[in-house]
């Protein structure tokens, strides 16, 4: 699932925001988070950096005597700089973001994202059952679930699709079954190949 609106909480609560799975694939307003944090391992860049936009008045909050590493008022007073930081997977980020920009930013990158989902989300519910998709509503862009008739045929779709150079596509270990990731990385065309052996399959299997 993906949440494509915010929550309200009650007045005098922060809300507070694990992005990481969609940071950098579509435009979010920033200023009703008054903490907003994300891996960027998922879309921008390597594993080993954190992204953290903070409003200032939170940064008062932090206790005294946190250790530097979990202290984000002392990390902002550094500018990230306690000690020394993933220097080439910072840089790596950067190139990911200049390269986002590239493709009309926020927007653009939504876009894509939107076209990749809708491609594997049709296919799955113009199968006609054979392919059984989780979320009703809110369905992730970012990570398509699904479900074939049996666990033999998902076996089989795996590894089927290996052959075809299409990898991981094994689903995650609380729902099993299929999952077809889809971050910024995945070009369209990739997208396009995998409904293509979607249909395929089915045609053979079904």
């Known amino acids: 699932m993906e949440y494509f609106a915010e929550p ?19 435009p979010i307003d920033v200023s009703k988070y008054a903490m907003l944090y994300a891996g960027a391992q ?17 940064l008062e909050k932090v206790p005294a005597n946190l250790p530097n590493l979990l202290d984000y008022k002392a990390l902002a007073e550094e500018n ?3 000690n020394t930081p993933p ?10 973001l200049k390269w986002a920009k590239g ?5 653009g990158i939504a876009k894509r994202n939107q076209t990749k989902a809708g491609l594997v989300y049709k296919a799955i519910d113009e199968s006609g059952g054979f392919y059984k998709g989780h979320a009703k509503s809110d369905r992730s862009v970012m990570n398509v679930p699904f479900r074939l008739p049996n666990e033999q ?6 590894s089927e699709a290996k052959k075809r150079d299409m990898i991981r596509l094994k689903g995650h270990r609380s729902v099993g079954g299929m999952r077809a990731s889809l971050y910024n990385a995945l070009p369209v065309e990739a997208a396009q190949e ?3 052996f979607m249909k ?4 053979k299997n079904g």
């Open 153 to 158: 045929l998902e076996e089989q779709f795996a």
């Open 103 to 107: 493709l009309g930013g926020l927007e």
């Open 200 to 203: 395929e399959f089915q045609q």
């Open 80 to 82: 990230s700089l306690l």
């Open 8 to 26: 309200v909480p009650p007045a005098g609560v922060p809300l507070i925001c694990d992005a990481s799975s969609d940071f950098v694939s579509r």
């Open 42 to 58: 998922k879309n921008a860049g390597p594993a080993g950096v954190v992204v953290c936009i903070i409003r200032d008045d939170m």
């Open 194 to 196: 995998l409904v293509k």
């Open 87 to 96: 220097c080439w997977s910072i840089y790596i980020v950067g190139l990911v």
